[in-house]
T-cell receptor, first 114, second 114 residues
């Protein structure tokens, strides 16, 4: 069965620190990967997506992620976080040919301190 | 263009009652998916509708059902409500079709069962 795992449930960083959130997936076919962010009281927003091509994808607000097929990973990175990045981050996977059924990781709660 | 609209935003129901939630997708999107978000279980896929047909279904009991209309608007219904059905119900809108695309989420309907 397909699954997505996020290793860090809670992360606390100081402003300007670098961020890396882990995401691993388990899928039997061609996978498409996403990172979503949920700011307090707001809806899920798409940060970035990977369908094919360049495994290093850039998203909004300075975020990027690297698809490493051999490691079944899609880690999210940001060189310098801001207080406004405080939010919950979800990694998600979509199987090609499987319609639009997203499988989500459990989420990582990021708190950025001033 | 307008985003995904879910109504109502908040609902309080009593155990045993039934509830209907509504979702209007982004104009031109033909796929609507529903997710349940709870602190304990995270984001779980309920079902997906595409061109008025259920294309995917998650592991939820038959009390959870849905439908999609010819204008792509979708409703989900939960019958015989249980306390454990208290959750944020999210609707996601996608272009649909055979190629994978990103999903855009609505603000959600917060259902509380008392």
């Amino acid at each position: 069965a397909q699954s997505v795992s996020q290793h860090n449930h809670h992360v606390i960083l100081s402003e300007a620190a670098s961020l890396e959130l882990g995401c691993n997936y388990s899928y039997g076919g061609t996978v498409n990967l996403f990172w979503y962010v949920q700011y307090p009281g707001q809806h899920l927003q798409l940060l970035l997506k990977y369908f094919s091509g360049d495994p290093l994808v850039k998203g909004i607000k300075g975020f990027e992620a690297e698809f490493i097929k051999s490691k079944f990973s899609f880690n999210l990175r940001k060189p310098s976080v801001q207080w406004s990045d405080t939010a919950e981050y979800f990694c998600a996977a979509l199987l090609t040919g499987g319609g639009n059924k997203l499988t989500f990781g459990t989420g990582t709660q990021l708190k950025v301190e001033l | 263009k307008a985003g995904v609209t879910q109504t109502p935003r908040y609902l309080i129901k009593t155990r045993g009652q039934q509830v209907t939630l509504s979702c209007s997708p982004i104009s031109g999107h033909r796929s609507v998916s529903w997710y349940q978000q709870t602190p304990g279980q995270g984001l779980q896929f309920l079902f997906e509708y595409f061109s008025e047909t259920q294309r995917n279904k998650g592991n939820f009991p038959g009390r959870f059902s849905g439908r999609q209309f010819s204008n792509s608007r979708s409703e989900m219904n939960v019958s015989t409500l249980e306390l454990g059905d208290s959750a944020l119900y999210l609707c996601a809108s996608s272009l649909g079709g055979t190629r994978p695309t990103e999903a855009f989420f609505g603000q959600g309907t917060r259902l509380t069962v008392v």
